[in-house]
């Protein structure tokens, strides 16, 4: 799960850091380099709202001219796959507790973004929603 980011001069001699798919985000720094490193973390704070907010979250589009790639840190992108099949689902926290033979307060912790979430209970949730979480590596910017 990789958003689109754009760096540009703020004026000031630092560098501001937006996102389109992501109106929300919006940060910066002092060097291109530390916008970038504040847009990842402001990714995983905006996503997490999204996520509290019961709201869908958009899909990250292909990167255009002068933007670059900035991934979700892992276990924020594998809690957000399994809201989004969850969302896409159409059921209720309680069927998905149902079919995951868990209690309900198990499913609001899994999809609860403040929340830390095994690997394996993740995956557990997304197979109960007719899909499955897939881990893959890519080579390090």
Not at 29 to 43: K, N, Q, R, S
Not at 51 to 69: C, H, I, K, Q, W
Not at 83 to 89: L, N, T, V
Request: proline share 6%.
């Amino acid at each position: 799960m990789n958003y689109a980011i754009r760096i540009t001069p703020d004026g000031h001699g630092g560098f501001d850091a937006a996102c389109r798919d992501l109106p929300q985000l919006v940060t910066g720094g002092a060097t291109e380099a530390e916008a970038l490193d504040m847009a990842a973390d402001a990714l995983e704070v905006v996503i997490a709202g999204y996520m509290t907010m019961g709201e869908d979250l958009p899909l990250p589009s292909p990167a255009e001219v002068g933007e670059r790639l900035v991934p979700v840190p892992a276990a924020m992108a594998a809690k957000a796959a399994v809201w989004r099949a969850w969302r896409a689902s159409g059921i209720s926290k309680s069927e998905l507790a149902r079919r995951m033979d868990v209690a309900e307060g198990e499913v609001r912790r899994i999809l609860d973004p403040d929340h830390a979430t095994k690997l394996e209970r993740l995956d557990q949730a997304a197979r109960a929603l007719g899909t499955r979480l897939v881990v893959d590596l890519a080579a390090a910017a």
